[in-house]
C-alpha cells in the first residue's frame, strides 16, 4: 500500500467519524421553554464568572510568588477567553431577556469573595 492511499484512508475514516458526531449530534433543544433555556444560560454564566474569579485570585498568589513570562502569557489567554465566554453569555442571555439576572449573579460572584 503506498504512502498516499494510507494518508486518503485516514482522511476518509476522519470524515466518515465526524459525520457519525454530527448526526448523533440533537437538532432539537432539550428545552421545552424559554424559563428553562434562561436557567440554564444563566447557570453558565455563573460557571464562567467563579472561574474568572478563580484564575484571577490564582493570578494574584502567582505574582506575590513570582512567575515566569510563560506563565503570565498562559494566565492572560485563559482570561480573554474566560472574559469573551463571559460576553457572550451576557448577550445570550439579554437575547433571552435575562439580562438583569445576568448582571445580579455576576456582581453577587464578585462581591462574595
Known amino acids: 500500500m503506498s504512502l498516499s492511499s494510507n494518508t486518503d484512508a485516514k482522511n ?3 470524515k ?5 458526531r454530527l448526526e448523533n449530534f440533537p437538532i432539537d433543544s432539550i428545552f421545552t421553554s424559554a424559563e428553562q433555556m434562561q436557567r440554564f444560560e444563566l447557570l453558565r454564566l455563573a ?3 467563579l472561574k474568572l474569579r478563580k484564575l ?4 494574584t ?3 506575590e510568588e513570582g512567575m515566569s513570562e510563560l506563565e503570565e502569557q498562559q494566565i492572560s489567554f485563559q482570561r480573554n477567553l ?11 442571555l439579554t437575547r433571552l431577556e435575562a439580562r438583569e439576572q ?8 464578585h462581591n462574595n469573595k
Open 12 to 14: 476518509h475514516a476522519a
Open 102 to 109: 445576568a448582571m445580579q449573579i455576576i456582581s453577587a460572584c
Open 16 to 20: 466518515s467519524q465526524s459525520r457519525i
Open 56 to 59: 484571577n485570585d490564582q493570578t
Open 47 to 49: 460557571f464562567f464568572v
Open 61 to 63: 498568589q502567582a505574582v
Open 82 to 92: 474566560l472574559q469573551h465566554a463571559i460576553f457572550q453569555q451576557i448577550l445570550t
